[in-house]
């Protein structure tokens, strides 16, 4: 079983920043890849950022690619998501989630394991 805890959501005005971080417990972090997802209101959760367990594969959605990166620490058990260039339409609760299976770093369904997200708001 593997437990993961978001922090670092907030509010911030457009053109800003936030680091999200998110912590997994158990000893074999670095065996899987992370991934970053988002939920707007309506809206379904779609992929954001994702990184391989040696941190050597990135793949990133195209709403976010040269604003946001994505990072691991793995003698922390953490992945990060630093998001810059805050636009409003950025706004979503944000999850972390251990993928477990093969396939598209981009599916949700390759993901077995979600934090309970951090809400992230953009202002205008």
């Known amino acids: 079983q593997v437990q993961l805890v978001e922090s670092g959501g907030g509010l911030v005005q457009a053109g800003g920043s936030l680091r999200l971080s998110c912590a997994a417990s158990g000893r074999t972090f670095s065996s899987y890849a992370m991934g970053w997802f988002r939920q707007a209101p309506g809206k379904e959760r779609e992929f954001v950022a994702a990184?391989?367990?040696?941190?050597?594969?990135?793949n990133y959605a195209d709403s976010v690619k040269g604003r946001f990166t994505i990072f691991r620490d793995n003698a922390k058990n953490t992945v990060y998501l630093q998001m810059n260039s805050l636009k409003p339409e950025d706004t979503a609760v944000y999850y972390c989630?251990?993928?477990?299976?093969?396939?598209?770093?981009?599916?949700?369904?390759?993901?077995?394991?979600w934090g309970q997200g951090t809400q992230v708001t953009v202002s205008s």
């Open positions: 989630a251990t993928k477990t299976t093969w396939g598209s770093m981009a599916l949700t369904n390759a993901y077995a394991y």
């Open positions: 990184i391989s367990g040696s941190g050597k594969y990135i």
